[in-house]
């Protein structure tokens, strides 16, 4: 079994047929770095910032001081010496995952909702459990045998969206994977079931089998379990360290079990109807009926609707993207097998419990549900509007996304603060994400110009949207090519602590905080095989999380926040004005009211 905190000392085998990605992210200029960053910063600080003042304490410190230039020769020797596979941000990128010690609940975990069955005769729980798993063993078997096709991103994270689960230690947690596992892990009522779902030479059982297997499990009479091994994932790290510590002495066999499953899935007892519903199944659901630890986990609720969500150090959205688009084109051609001599049981794994773990579990569980009873979750959707009206009136579809949520936070706080937008590197080796900061000198104008009681007039208006569009584009483009700061940054500060070098000034005052703390942290994730959007939690406790979808003719985001520092019904508020005006703008209507002579 393969056990370490960093992706960079695997050596696992990578299918032949994926290694298509043969060029690397160039680590970007400090001219760029500078620049960049005190565009963010300006932004950040106010509308009109004297940077004179703060210029030591600023990124272009880092150029004049001299420090910026050997940091960056470091930089580019460390990435001259790596391992051509890796990018220069790789291993600074997978430690910073690994030694965080807050919760991955709401911090990493982002959870997706899977189009619905539109065939009423398969749309109960079983059916759909049944299809998915299916579905996604032939996608396992596909990735294992080397049989997927040629794909476009970097598939160097492929081998761990199987088989591998986060494993919390002191300081840093590790990954831990067994390619040779045939099984998955289900929980049902909080309790834990495994299933072998595939035989002694790895070919995939019948679906009927399987289905019945999941049957058994939904058909165990015994009372739900309120207090699940699931919580104990929820909690932060260090907390779970020592409870984790307890359960390998104890129930060893059981936790191997669940580490080395294929992936979970999770057989919920009750229903999502609503948006809201729905949406959060897929982002928290019931804690007690999840195990947030394993590489991805997908959760079926009793009327048929399918989430999944992944645990985010190995891997980013575009690998689940991939395989769940591959999975629903598979589902839709799945057809139950009538027939079958195969058998496979689902096997109760029953934890025997010290008092010891009892008495962590029960504060696990208050914990957790305390964290999660902070954060406040709103669905918004407007359906004035997408991506058909914004290519037609000449602007990028994400631009005016990313404008919505300037222009509420202007009316909202009357401000602009540090804004996250996740931009896909998996073109590159080993590519994760780079930031776009969506915050611009532009969405100030546009904020600014929208404002009710702004003379800008419905064409200046116009021009500046279509010149804001321009920008944003800029922006997206070089974040896809890893020409933004905020890695660059991260890696310049990281290569200064590998070299044993005391932290620089730079990152301990308050304008660096103000450059790196995000309160509006957006990603948006469009795909065939999903609907609604991405959601996720804020990443600051007077921030917002903005999972988005700007579909053909309506936008959708779930607002997440924790009030009373933040508060997703204000926002949505904002949200609802600023696109009631970006709909008079694209009808040609003058939003404002008359300004009297």
Known sequence: MLNDRSLTTLSLRRPRSLLMISNRVMIPSILTLISL??????????????????????????SISGVGPSLQHALVDYDKALDQRFSYVHEAWSEMYFTDRLSILINQIPGLTFQDEIDPARRSQVERATSLVSSLLRYHVALR????????????AYPYLFQTSRIPRPNADVLTRNPESRHIVVVSKGRLYSVEVLDRV??????????????????????????????????DRDSWVEPRKELDATNG??????????????LDDADASTEKEVIFNGLIGNPCNRWYDKCFEVMITKNGKINIHWEHSWGDGAIIIQMMNAVYDDMKRYEPVLGSDEHIPAVKLDPVLTETSKSQLAAARTVVNKTIGKMD??????????????????????????????????RHRANAVGTYESCSTSAFRSGRTETIRSCSKETKSCS????????????????????????????????AQGQGFDRHLFALRWINKKQGLPDLPLFSHPNHS????????????AAPCLQLCLAFGPVSDDGLGLGYLMDQESFL?????????????????????????????????????????
């Open 253 to 266: 066999g059981l936790m191997k079990t669940v580490d080395e499953a294929l992936f979970v899935v999770c």
């Open 202 to 235: 790895g070919a995939i059982r019948s679906s009927l089998a399987i289905r019945q297997a999941l049957q058994q499990i939904l058909d165990d009479k015994r009372p739900p379990e309120d207090l699940g091994l699931g919580y104990f994932t929820a909690l």
């Open 37 to 62: 960053s005190l565009s963010a910063l300006s932004l950040s600080l106010s509308f009109s910032i004297s940077l004179s003042r703060s210029i030591r304490c600023s990124p272009i410190y880092i």
């Open 514 to 525: 103000k450059l790196s703390t995000i309160r509006l942290s957006t990603s948006t994730v």
């Open 448 to 479: 600014l110009a929208m404002d009710h009681d702004h003379p800008a007039s419905l064409e200046e208006i116009v021009s500046l949207l279509k010149k804001n569009s321009e920008k944003h584009v800029t922006l997206c483009k070089d974040a």
């Open 145 to 156: 045998d080397e049989k997927l096709p040629p794909l476009k991103n970097c598939t160097l």
């Open 377 to 410: 979750l709103i669905p918004f959707q407007f359906h004035g509007f997408g991506k058909n009206t914004c290519k037609k009136f000449g602007v990028s579809p994400d631009s005016i996304s990313q404008l919505i949520f300037q222009v509420a936070q202007w």
């Open 557 to 597: 985001t779930a607002v997440t926040s924790f009030p009373p520092a933040s508060s997703s019904s204000d926002f949505v508020r904002h949200l609802q004005s600023t696109c009631d005006d970006l709909h008079a703008v694209f009808t040609g209507k003058n939003f404002k009211p008359a300004r009297s002579a």
